[in-house]
């Protein structure tokens, strides 16, 4: 399998990430080359779009870590998109929603990041 990844400005200096596929040890360095480099940019706040991801394991999870780490440096946040219950059940499980804004739709991300 392998992961489709979109960047895209948003409204004020927000990027969203937009990831189609799945998110595993073999295309987890596409996502975190992505995330990175808008970091590196100095692009702090960011939303990922997770809703058409069929799955993750913990190397995806790990990608995702490290970039809050990264933007929180900086003041910024991460918020996710993620509609899939499957997915939402791995976050709930490991405790990450306690770490993550976990959003319905890409407006709740957005506004939540204000």
Known sequence: ??????????????????????IDVYTSPKVKDAIGELIDKG????????????????????????GLKRVREHGGTVNLVCTNPQIKKIFDITGLVKIFGIYEDENAAMQALV
């Open 1 to 22: 399998m392998d992961i489709k990844v979109d960047v895209r400005e948003s409204k004020g200096d927000t990027y969203v990430v937009d990831l189609n596929g799945e």
């Open 43 to 66: 692009h702090y706040n960011l939303v990922i779009n997770l809703e058409k991801v069929r799955y993750i394991d913990s190397t995806g999870l790990g990608v995702l870590i490290g």
